[in-house]
């Protein structure tokens, strides 16, 4: 069993930068896949970022890829969320998720999941 808490999130100016973390309870978080997903009112829960549990393969949707960076830390079982030149089709609820799957681009490879942060981005 793995229960997982974001933080971080916020309001943000365009071009602003914000770092969400998700701290896992649980021995077996290293052995997890951990993603990143967000949810905008009235869509769909998108992915994000993914990275493999030992933090070697990291995975990104292309509307983030070069902005958003995703790490972890098994030592402090928390995975990481950078993101910088924030826009305002960013704002979204955040939500973390911690799975054995290699399905990482799909909500239903993960098995945990956080109760997610806001995170608004202003023009």
């Known amino acids: 069993q793995v229960q997982l808490v974001e933080s971080g999130g916020g309001l943000v100016q365009a071009g602003g930068s914000l770092r969400l973390s998700c701290a896992a309870s649980g021995r077996t978080f290293s052995s997890y896949a951990m993603g990143w997903f967000r949810q905008a009112p009235g869509e769909e829960r998108e992915f994000v970022a993914a990275?493999?549990?030992?933090?070697?393969?990291?995975y990104y949707a292309d509307s983030v890829k070069g902005r958003f960076t995703i790490s972890r830390d098994n030592a402090k079982n928390t995975v990481y969320l950078q993101m910088n030149s924030l826009k305002p089709e960013d704002t979204a609820v955040y939500y973390c998720?911690?799975?054995?799957?290699?399905?990482?681009?799909?909500?239903?490879?993960?098995?945990?999941w956080g109760q997610g942060t806001q995170v608004t981005v202003s023009s």
């Open positions: 990275i493999t549990w030992r933090g070697r393969t990291t």
């Open positions: 998720a911690a799975g054995g799957s290699d399905n990482v681009y799909y909500p239903d490879g993960y098995e945990y």
